[in-house]
């Protein structure tokens, strides 16, 4: 890719790429400690009873969030769907997760993780970033 053609990377989307990478670490983590393979530490994990199953879901999260920061950080313009779609779709996760006989505390740094990306993603300047601002132009 030569240098012309490269595109721009704003600063907030090497933020929200940053967060977005974070966010994948975290979900691999929860994935093993419901693999049983890292142990527990600020509260127990279990999905509704087949901790399998939650490995799973969060393996599958941790995944697409390592494809979509990769999206970011070519300033794919699908990027930001993408971000807001999974941000949301781990929240509901970790409510499952909760409801499920995971405890708050265990599951509130990918709570707080997701949220914080939801609401950034969400700010005026990132979504011109990515050409889903809400400028309106009317032409005469």
């Known amino acids: 890719m030569s240098m012309s053609s490269a595109r ?12 977005g990478a ?10 093993l400690q419901y693999l049983g393979i ?8 279990s999905f509704y009873g087949q901790d399998w199953l939650g490995a799973a879901l969060f393996a599958m999260c941790a995944a ?4 979509v920061t990769l999206m970011l950080w070519r300033v794919d313009p699908q990027a930001w769907s993408f971000v807001v779609i999974l941000a949301g779709l781990n929240l509901i996760l970790d409510g499952l997760s909760i409801l499920g006989a995971s405890t708050f505390q265990a599951l509130l740094p990918d709570i707080v993780l997701n949220a914080a990306v939801l609401l950034y993603a969400l700010t005026p300047g990132v979504r011109a ?11 005469r």
Do not use: D, E, K, N
Not at 23 to 28: D, H, M, R
Not at 38 to 45: C, E, Q, R, S
Not at 64 to 67: A, D, E, P, S, T
């Open 129 to 139: 970033a990515f050409g889903t601002g809400s400028t309106v132009t009317y032409q």
């Open 38 to 45: 890292i142990p527990f530490v600020l509260g127990p994990l």
């Open 64 to 67: 697409i969030w390592v494809w």
């Open 8 to 19: 721009h990377r704003p600063f907030g989307v090497t933020i929200l790429a940053i967060l």
């Open 22 to 31: 974070l966010a994948a670490l975290v979900s691999a983590y929860h994935a």
